[in-house]
């Protein structure tokens, strides 16, 4: 999994009805806890995860299997909150 | 998921038949606001977007879903069209 | 879905045996009109592409949907060949 | 496969709940004997690994098949503790 | 598919009993005829390469198909052995 910092909101109306109801997120993601990669991603988020939480991401197939229905094209869903983080550096 | 810019089409008249009356559309890929990757992605366009929207792409398994057929070997979907995308830089 | 350009042929004698009957091609991968990757990639064709013929190719398990068999170990297809391919740079 | 080094543990208080039970580990992917990433990854660990450990992690769907139960949202599980690596370099 | 040259081995003696039996061999991945990346990857062979051999490898879940049992975790496997691949520079 990856790991990223949720900085923002995506709004588009215009959108494959199966993404009805999911809230996605704009995630910096982080590198390590001193850098972040320029890139963001967006994700689906199953966690209730607010601006600024630092957040755990699944990728690929196994992100749709997080929303409970398999029929949602989305590759990208934040799992988890991070509490902690602790690494020898 | 990642973000793009729809900059222009592709065709292809010689492909899987699978493929047919599906709609190839060039983007590029999008890093953040203010930056593009130097890379042209070709994703199948599943919301009518054009040329200068700015879209959602689910990327591979994932985006045959969107199709709602399974058995179209595509693995870039523009799933949305963007209406506003507001972040913490 | 990504670009590029058929720029050779991989002979394999010693493979596995559900990869027997299929032609692998060597093709640049294209950034853009402008750029190509320096990285070679290896694509079944199931389109008859030759050499420099710009195509267009699917990747990971939506691959495998392009052969019409479910059981065989590939994971890059080349899908079409590229008419034409107009964009805003 | 990747290789690389636990570096440290993640806790995750809120999260999908199909996650419950499961240690996630802080990766530091390797290139090589002398060259590891800057970009940290989180694993599920499926072998007892430990801090200072170097590891054989497996990515994407074929991580989920390492925990024998497929309804989990996992993306990157560590499926092996290296004894030696030998390489002509 | 990607393109790489046999240069070792890894052993791992703890790792999940579902790869038992399986030979895992260190490659370094190929560019082009003139440039390896710095990346080690380890895939699983299944067509008898040894030290020095030019393979083919198949990723993700494409590489499982190889192996004739689903249920296994890897995600890299060795499919060919290369006897010559021609292409114009």
Request: net charge negative; hydrophobic share 45%.
């Amino acid at each position: 999994m990856i790991i990223g910092k949720v900085v923002g909101n995506l709004w588009a109306t215009r959108k494959d009805e199966k993404l009805n109801g999911l809230k996605f997120l704009v995630v910096k993601k982080q590198l390590n806890k001193h850098a972040y990669s320029d890139e963001l991603i967006i994700a689906v988020d199953n966690v209730g995860a607010g601006i600024e939480d630092e957040v755990l991401i699944t990728t690929g197939s196994s992100a749709r299997i997080s929303l409970n229905r398999q029929e949602v094209p989305v590759d990208m869903v934040i799992v988890g909150i991070i509490d902690k983080m602790d690494y020898i550096e």
